[in-house]
């Protein structure tokens, strides 16, 4: 085990924005990684840590529904999330192999 995730060593790193949640995660084990362990770009931190934090903001947490213009909103986010995960591919080797999973909240609410 290793401090950031159940595996012997990390070698499969996955971008997903989660609900409160770090954007990276260990795509073996699916543990959420504390993005603050990563030695990373801090600029390239920053707005991984912006685009996760605007998870879901198309959908109404409250009333358990979507929101006016939710699939282009999470199509949008999507969007974005693909980019930065070309960046950190680009720039962290230790990110080369790494997945992308996009939200599905439109599809699952419909
Ligand atoms: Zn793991």
């Not at 085990?1 to 790193?13: D, F, Q, R």
């Not at 969007?79 to 192999?97: I, R, Y």
Request: hydrophobic share 40%; with cysteine.
């Amino acid at each position: 085990m290793n401090e950031l995730c159940m595996c012997e060593t990390t070698t499969v790193y996955r971008l997903e924005a989660d609900y409160e949640a770090s954007p990276i995660w260990c795509a073996d084990c699916s543990c959420n990684i504390e993005i603050e362990a990563i030695l990373m770009d801090k600029q390239l931190k920053q707005l991984l840590t912006e685009w996760a934090s605007e998870y879901g903001e198309w959908f109404d947490w409250v009333n358990d529904q979507l929101k006016a213009g939710a699939a282009e909103r999470e199509a949008a986010h999507n969007k974005q999330g693909e980019q930065l995960l070309k960046q950190l591919q680009e720039t962290h080797p230790m990110f080369q192999t790494a997945t992308f999973s996009p939200a599905t909240l439109t599809k699952v609410y419909i």
